[in-house]
């Protein structure tokens, strides 16, 4: 459980195929603190640390994820947001993330407001039950407001804060982000389905 609040950054240093999966090197400030087994938020996936070494550390990504994420476009020298999981007592700053990408999204404009920035993102149109104006969305781990909610898109306003510490001031027209919806929302459109 995750609160879509970034810690840091880490970068990959190494890229490396085992079998249909991927195993990722990242070097970050908090790696050396990490143990394996422990649960880690990568660009809003879930992963298991795997090895700690130094500065950094392993995780593996298997075909599903690789699939429904970008981590099949990770290459070393790429930029990844990280969380560390929530802990019982600590304040949910952000909102409810599971750190189960639901789809990816891409970038299909991005503005400078003067000091912020606004950035629109066109979806696969079968989850747009899953989002209302003004909901929660995670984008790539991030926890943002989602507004001007269209049937295949929404946008979001960026911070100077979160632009500075998180990779979203990397994205750019075209360039493809993890999505996770409210699970309040999936939970409600669920029972909705089948009452």
Not at 35 to 54: A, F, K, R, W
Not at 138 to 163: D, E, M, Q
Not at 168 to 183: T, W, Y
Not at 184 to 193: P, T
């Amino acid at each position: 459980m995750f609160t879509g609040i970034i810690e840091t950054m880490g970068k990959i240093i190494a890229v490396s195929p085992s079998g249909s999966n991927k195993c990722f090197w990242i070097e970050s400030p908090i790696s050396s603190k990490l143990q394996p087994e422990q649960s880690l938020c990568h660009d809003g996936v879930c992963l298991t640390v795997e090895e700690v070494t130094n500065n950094s550390h392993r995780v593996t990504a298997i075909c599903e994820t690789l699939k429904k994420t970008t981590l099949g476009l990770w290459q070393p020298g790429g930029l990844v947001n990280l969380e560390r999981c929530l802990q019982l007592g600590d304040r949910l700053d952000g909102h409810i993330v599971q750190g189960h990408v639901d789809t990816t999204a891409v970038c299909v404009k991005r503005k400078e407001k003067k000091g912020s920035w606004e950035l629109e993102f066109a979806f696969p149109k079968r989850f747009a039950n899953l989002i209302i104006e003004k909901g929660s969305v995670c984008v790539n781990g991030i926890s943002l407001t989602a507004f001007n909610v269209k049937k295949k898109s929404f946008t979001v306003a960026v911070i100077p804060y979160t632009f500075v510490n998180t990779n979203i001031n990397i994205i750019k027209k075209r360039s493809a982000v993890n999505i996770e919806f409210d699970v309040a929302g999936k939970y409600i459109h669920r029972r909705l389905q089948h009452p």
